[in-house]
């Protein structure tokens, strides 16, 4: 029930494993479509392209991955002020849902389901640093 920063790069993953198979399968259909001259059977591949979800996550230099990485590289941010940004910067999205007010939590309208995300935590576990029980692992 409570989705985080863990669920929301598990989630990123299978959209981005999804857009292999529609580019394999579907797209390169469609290819082959048109290159045999049946331009005009193309609406018999019925499929749901996910790019505008992956976009969300990733497309330089808006996607919800990039404002995480300038926030928690500027260090003045908290996870609130995130949440403000991506929304302010997604709202107009058709696979992000706008929470009625910004308090926690937003929603991805995924290829499978809308799946809420609480946004508490993201920044810290977006930091890049060493663990102090791996650096103790190092230094002994």
Not at 121 to 137: A, M, P, W, Y
Request: some cysteine; glycine content about 4%; charged content about 30%.
């Amino acid at each position: 029930k409570f989705n985080s920063l863990e669920q929301f790069c598990i989630n990123y993953t299978n959209e981005k494993l999804q857009q292999l198979y529609i580019q394999y399968i579907f797209k390169s259909e469609e290819k082959e479509f048109l290159a045999e001259g049946l331009g005009d059977f193309l609406s018999q591949l019925d499929y749901i392209d996910n790019q505008g979800i992956i976009d969300l996550f990733d497309k330089h230099p808006m996607g919800i991955f990039n404002l995480l990485d300038e926030s928690t590289s500027l260090g003045s941010s908290d996870d609130k002020k995130l949440l403000e940004k991506i929304v302010k910067t997604h709202k107009d999205s058709p696979c992000f849902k706008t929470p009625k007010a910004v308090i926690d939590n937003f929603t991805i309208s995924h290829s499978a389901k809308q799946v809420e995300y609480n946004i508490n935590g993201f920044r810290n576990k977006n930091k890049d640093e060493i663990s102090k029980e791996i650096q103790d692992t190092i230094s002994n």
